[in-house]
């Protein structure tokens, strides 16, 4: 059941993944919001949030340990952690990998297994809250609409691809695409800066290293030039 009469949370300024490459080794450039005035206005349990947020940073900084792009996710459902996953599109070359579908996909693997039927694991999705270090990109948003998630906490803003209010809000407009018939669409509720200042330092860690697994730039092709 779509949830189109959630009012959005209101968005304030925060730290990109764009502002983590343009400041590389400058230490003191992003800066992100109050955690408690964030807390405040979503009425969030705020050490709750943060614990959960956390655990998704260490997914976030095994990937950059393992030379991925540093994004990480949990899943949770009653308070509990039931899927992790990180960046691995270097690992696997294939550029969907990222950690949003391997923790969704390591769910539905599991559910698979035990026999649930395609209600109850919408039913489950639909108690699940998802924290993501980075904003979901367009993909990733997409997906977590079909699948009718609870909540999406993330970091920082995902200023060239993000699907969550950065680049194209998905988390709302689900409204929109029921009225067009596309009953699989359901808006979500999302709320952005949680523990940004710690995304962005893992981007900015990222870039400052570089990227051994980036593809080689080619090198120019020469034209044969005509003898005639």
């Not at 959630?6 to 003191?28: F, H, L």
């Not at 950690?99 to 769910?107: N, Q, S």
């Not at 067009?180 to 330092?201: I, Y």
Request: proline share 4%.
């Amino acid at each position: 059941m779509a949830r189109g009469d959630d009012k959005p949370t209101p968005r304030r300024a925060i730290p990109s993944v764009s502002a983590a490459a343009a400041a590389a080794g400058d230490a003191g450039r992003a800066a992100s919001f109050g955690q408690l005035s964030m807390a405040q206005e979503t009425g969030l349990d705020l050490l709750t949030e943060l614990r959960f947020m956390e655990l998704a940073l260490e997914q976030a900084r095994f990937a950059l340990e393992n030379l991925e792009v540093p994004v990480g996710c949990v899943i949770v459902e009653d308070e509990k952690v039931i899927a992790s996953g990180s960046n691995c599109t270097s690992a696997t070359r294939n550029a969907t990998r990222h950690a949003e579908m391997e923790a969704i996909d390591t769910l539905l693997e599991e559910w698979q297994k035990i026999g649930l039927s395609q209600s109850e694991v919408a039913e489950k999705f639909s108690r699940c809250d998802l924290y993501v270090t980075c904003e979901p990109c367009i993909m990733c948003a997409t997906a977590l609409s079909i699948l009718g998630v609870g909540k999406v906490f993330y970091g920082c803003a995902n200023d060239k691809f993000g699907g969550c209010g950065s680049v194209l809000s998905l988390h709302e407009s689900a409204s929109e695409k029921l009225s067009r018939g596309d009953l699989q669409a359901k808006s979500f509720k999302c709320t952005g800066g949680l523990m940004s200042e710690e995304a962005v330092a893992l981007f900015r860690n990222f870039y400052e290293q570089g990227n051994p697994n980036a593809p080689k730039p080619h090198r120019p092709v020469q034209m044969l030039q005509s003898t005639e």
